[in-house]
């Protein structure tokens, strides 16, 4: 406890950093889930894909291991390229995984638990597709951001690195609210979460919806991963394992099925976690979130915003 209440601002922002990440990988399983009323065991391996597609992309323009970008504008420029590439990265992985895994499960209407499983197999397929090509040991991003403390919160230093992760989870998370809640698409996407036989009468495309739902998910996720690779610098074939579950906690814990609510469950899991371990050692850093996410079920089952998306307002 003393440890806490002596680095309580540290850790909070250190949280709010971690639970950004979180929040963004959360917000591909709350989209799946509210569409589908599916729980995409693969998205962890979406994000996985995700940070590779960001690591190849900065070894592609001449960046390694030991690289160090000074100049700002070149590190603009490079994590541009970066973010796009773990974006389509992660985006079209989705949808592929949408159209070989789910699609021909869904023409045979087939019951939920088969795809239960098909998204296990297909998660663990590729990951271990990605440790045959890769091999099992880290990879090291190039220092493209060089953490540099920018002001005090209280008495904890805060880095241009906490400052870009917060600010760019914050900003996609707008972008995605408001897309949902005012163009035509976003408004399929939610009537095909509502009703999707009356949305169909509607002439709403429900496959192509569908698709779209996997695609958003999976360019967050690819914001995830170079928000990732930027804050630890590491990547290996099951990089998302561990953080999966972390999201997927997060999307129950707010609410699955609302996109605020993911936003809001990452954070506060990633408050909890460093809190939690901060009082019992960080080895239970792990037990702390899921034993977080038991009680608040417990006494909120629909998690701290349970409201579905096909009811969110417009």
């Known amino acids: 406890m003393d440890f806490l209440l002596k680095n309580f601002w540290e850790l909070t922002v250190t949280g709010l950093t971690q639970g950004s990440i979180y929040a963004l990988v959360a917000l591909g399983y709350t989209l799946v ?30 960046l390694n ?16 390229v970066a973010a796009l590439a773990a974006a389509a990265a992660s985006g079209v992985t989705a ?17 939920t638990l088969v795809f239960l499983i098909t998204a296990i197999g297909a998660s663990l397929a590729m990951s271990e597709g990605f440790a045959i090509w890769r091999g099992r040991d880290n990879e090291a991003f190039p220092t ?38 005012r163009t ?20 709403v495309n429900k496959n192509r919806v569908i698709s779209l739902t996997f695609l ?11 928000l990732y690779g930027l804050r630890f610098g590491v990547t290996k074939y099951d990089v998302g394992f561990l953080l999966g579950v972390k999201a997927f906690t997060a999307a ?14 990452g954070l506060a899991l990633g408050l909890v976690e460093n809190y939690g371990s901060a009082i019992v050692g960080s080895q239970w850093r792990d037990v702390v979130a899921y034993v977080t996410l038991v009680v ?3 006494f909120r089952p629909t998690g701290i915003l349970g409201e579905s998306l096909g009811k969110a307002r417009a």
């Open 144 to 181: 493209v951001i060089d953490p540099k403390t920018q002001f005090k919160f209280f008495d904890a230093s805060v880095s241009n690195l906490d400052i870009l992760i917060f600010l760019t989870a914050i900003v996609m998370m707008f972008s995605l609210d408001t897309f949902m809640r």
């Open 95 to 111: 949808v592929i995984v949408e159209r070989v895994a789910y699609r021909p499960l869904r023409r045979r209407n087939a019951p």
């Open 184 to 203: 035509r698409l976003g408004r399929g996407v939610r009537a095909v979460a509502q009703d999707p036989d009356s949305a169909a009468l509607m002439g």
């Open 65 to 80: 291991a030991n690289s160090d970008v000074t100049s700002a504008s070149a590190a603009i420029g490079y994590l541009i």
């Open 252 to 265: 129950v814990l707010g609410g699955i099925g609302n996109l605020r609510g993911a936003l809001i469950g």
């Open 216 to 226: 958003l998910g999976g360019i967050m996720a690819g914001g995830a991963a170079i």
């Open 33 to 62: 889930y509210g569409v589908l009323r599916l729980i995409n065991f693969a998205h962890s391996e979406v994000f996985m894909v995700g940070t590779f597609g960001a690591l190849f992309a900065l070894e592609g323009m001449g």
């Open 296 to 298: 608040v079920l417990m």
